[in-house]
């Protein structure tokens, strides 16, 4: 079964998103707080705490053409960074480093409802070295310092519930998952991973909230794994968590490969 | 490392086929020493952190917690990682499937070499000459080149200091 995304969200409607976004609650060198000049730098709140999109806007994270459960397909940076311009006016897809790059895959159809998985990676620019007047122990700025202090989400995770029938948008978020180190922060001369419990923009169709009896669907873990396949070659390999790897080696016979890290392996928060 | 040779066919061939993958977060380690997932891993993550080195660091054991390699990342040879990391994976599965872990001697296979350890305590001498003690290094295995790997630990006291590498003929 497969769907045609080309008529819908026709409609002459707008859809009002909001902003959660908490500040910084857990690093283990405190670099956020370590002057009053990292502390604003990184002291980050909402562009538009509420903001209006046309119902338009969101077709930047519909398929170019028909596709089934389970297909990814890749999304125009152009469509998707104004959502993120939402949360700071220094938002970008092009990354200083790691793997660029906006896809979504269809999880679930049905007659009247279509909700795609998305996954975004984006740096947010929080100041540019040659606005500061920045010295670290007492020396100003050196040739290997960096020219913009970035703060660099792990991922955004997103989900867009489309109502086929009404050609409107159901529901939609992209939020940054409350894992234990979830955001790296770059000075102009450090970098430190840190954790952020909340940083989310969604909405909501108050109207349309009954329950979904999907016809097709796939479970959200096969859709992210999906997503993750389009970022990182290296999610080819079969990876555990250590509890299970330890129970599949014994039973298996097999040696255990284990990777100790600072910060995780399938995102963009190290 | 996860765009180097985690990332190349044969390594990821050969991790699906004869091992059973994991990572972990090195601040997650305390918590699953601490038995939340259970005795057995508890024991892995311990040698896990006993063993940990780097900012990333790569382990082969069995699943009695038994080290069959250590290789930290950034002593893995810079030129051909991918072939240096199916080298670390092969000599850990003849070792796995040699049953010759009593061979082993409490040292994992490591692709790099401890050429040295020394143990020195520096004490500022109250005048504005500093305590310059040097450590020479044996390069002679370096003579085709390669990557050494200091490793320097600090306390925790209050002190300034800085470790300068130089030609011995300086």
């Known amino acids: 079964m497969r769907q045609n995304f080309n008529d819908v969200l026709q409609r002459s409607a707008s859809v009002q998103v909001e902003v959660h976004w908490e500040p910084i609650a857990d690093s283990t060198f405190s670099l956020h707080k370590e002057s009053p000049e990292h502390i604003e730098l990184f002291n980050l709140s909402p562009s538009y705490p509420i903001k209006e999109y046309g119902i338009d806007a969101f077709k930047a994270f519909l398929p170019p053409s028909s596709v089934a459960v389970g297909d990814v397909w890749e999304l ?14 220094g938002a970008t897809t092009a990354l200083k480093q790691g793997e660029e790059g906006a896809f979504a895959c269809l999880r679930a159809l049905s007659s009247e409802y279509a909700e795609i998985t998305l996954r975004i990676h984006a740096d947010f620019i929080v100041g540019h070295l040659a606005d500061w007047d920045w010295e670290w122990q007492g020396e100003k700025a050196a040739e290997d310092w960096i020219e913009e202090a970035r703060f660099i989400p792990s ?41 952020v419990p909340r940083m989310e923009i969604r909405a909501s169709d108050a109207d349309d909230c009954g329950e979904i009896a999907w016809n097709s669907a796939i479970t959200e873990e096969i859709a992210r794994g999906a997503l993750e396949l389009k970022f990182y070659k290296f999610a080819e390999i079969e990876w555990r968590p250590l509890e299970e790897a330890v129970e599949l080696a014994k039973a298996a016979n097999r040696p255990i490969h284990a990777i100790i890290v600072w910060g995780a392996l399938d995102d963009e928060s190290c | 490392m996860r765009a180097g040779p985690l990332s190349y066919l044969e390594v990821i061939e050969s991790l699906n086929e004869k091992f059973v993958n994991t990572w972990v977060l090195l601040r997650e380690l305390p918590e699953l020493i601490g038995g939340v997932k259970g005795e057995v891993a508890s024991l892995v993550a311990k040698k896990l952190q006993h063993h940990y080195t780097d900012s990333v660091d790569i382990l082969v054991l069995t699943s009695e917690a038994e080290v069959l390699a250590h290789q930290p990342d950034r002593a893995l040879p810079y030129r051909n990682r991918a072939q240096h990391y199916l080298t670390l994976l092969q000599r850990s599965l003849e070792v796995f499937e040699g049953e010759l872990l009593s061979k082993l001697e409490a040292k994992p296979i490591s692709l790099g070499r401890k050429l040295k350890e020394v143990l020195h305590i520096f004490h500022a001498s109250g005048t504005d000459i500093p305590d310059y003690t040097p450590i020479e290094i044996d390069l002679t295995p370096f003579e085709h080149g390669g990557i050494l790997h200091i490793e320097i630990q600090v306390g925790g006291g209050e002190a300034t200091g800085s470790f300068e590498l130089y030609n011995a003929d300086t």
Do not use: Y
């Not at chain 1, 998707?80 to 700071?88: C, G, N, S």
């Open chain 1, 76 to 89: 125009d940076s152009d469509g998707v960074v104004p959502f993120l311009l939402q949360f700071h006016p």
């Open chain 1, 155 to 195: 991922q955004f995770a997103g989900k867009l519930v489309v109502n086929l029938k009404e050609r409107t948008v159901r529901s939609f978020s992209l939020a940054l998952p409350p894992r234990n180190s979830n955001v790296d922060i770059n000075t102009f001369d450090c970098a430190h991973m840190v954790f």
